[in-house]
């Protein structure tokens, strides 16, 4: 059975930083395509970054610089690192996983997910 399990979300003052994982089970990340996604009340599942099998990272242009995605194959986790954070950043991240190769920034594209870690940056 699949299971990715996100952590690492918490109360953070504006500046600060955040480290998520998604802790796999069931697969291997790195043979997937894997992403974090967010949401924020009231409003739709937007893409942050992604990771392909083959370590090509990508990430919304706004989030560029700021946040960084990465992954332990070891471990079988992904981690979205976040730092310079703002209160816009505040929702729930969610990381997912697709076997489809392309189009990382769809929602629809991932077979996978995890429950969600709520992040919350305070000004």
């Known amino acids: 059975q699949v299971q990715l399990v996100d952590a690492g979300g918490g109360l953070v003052q504006a500046g600060g930083s955040l480290r998520l994982s998604c802790a796999a089970s069931?697969?291997?990340?790195?043979?997937?395509?894997t992403g974090w996604f967010r949401q924020a009340p009231g409003k739709e599942r937007v893409f942050v970054s992604a990771i392909t099998w083959d370590g090509n990272t990508y990430y919304t242009v706004s989030l560029k610089g700021r946040f960084t995605i990465s992954r332990d194959k070891a471990k079988n986790t992904m981690y979205l690192q976040m730092n310079s954070m703002k209160p816009e950043d505040t929702a729930v991240y969610y990381c997912a996983a697709t076997r489809s190769y392309g189009d990382y920034e769809n929602p629809s594209n991932y077979h996978y997910w995890g429950q969600g870690t709520q992040v919350t940056v305070s000004s």
């Open positions: 069931g697969l291997t990340l790195s043979d997937y395509g």
